[in-house]
């Protein structure tokens, strides 16, 4: 029972040390914020130009490039209609085969006329 207690108080001890790290960090972390913030709103006003350009280069690619990717997107729909259409029949061909045979056995034989 005792080291049950001593453990709780070292884990105390623990938690209060964790406690006083985290206020110093917070109190840097605004102070700092604080400081920063005129230079972070200034790069954030001189990376506007940069962010629009760049953005104009993606929508020109992307507007070059998009007649291709529809293209290539159709012909692969295509394609995977059709593997499907196969991937579907190959398994019936065998009850097709003997579907015929057994039509070419019953079948009527055309009358002779003489």
Do not use: D, E, N, S
């Not at 972390?29 to 790069?43: A, D, G």
């Not at 070419?104 to 009358?111: G, T």
């Amino acid at each position: 029972m005792i080291g049950l207690i001593a453990f709780a108080g070292l884990l105390f001890a623990g938690l209060a040390v964790a406690m006083v790290f985290g206020v110093i960090f917070f109190v840097l972390k605004i102070v700092l914020w604080t400081v920063f913030l005129p230079f972070r709103l200034l790069f954030k006003l001189l990376w506007i130009p940069i962010g629009i350009v760049t953005g104009a280069v993606g929508l020109a690619a992307g507007a070059a490039l998009l007649p291709i990717l529809l293209v290539v997107g159709g012909v692969v729909a295509l394609v995977g209609l059709l593997a499907a259409i196969v991937a579907l029949l190959v398994p019936a061909i065998p009850f097709i085969l003997l579907g015929l045979v057994v039509w070419a056995f019953m079948r009527r034989q055309p009358a002779i006329v003489q």
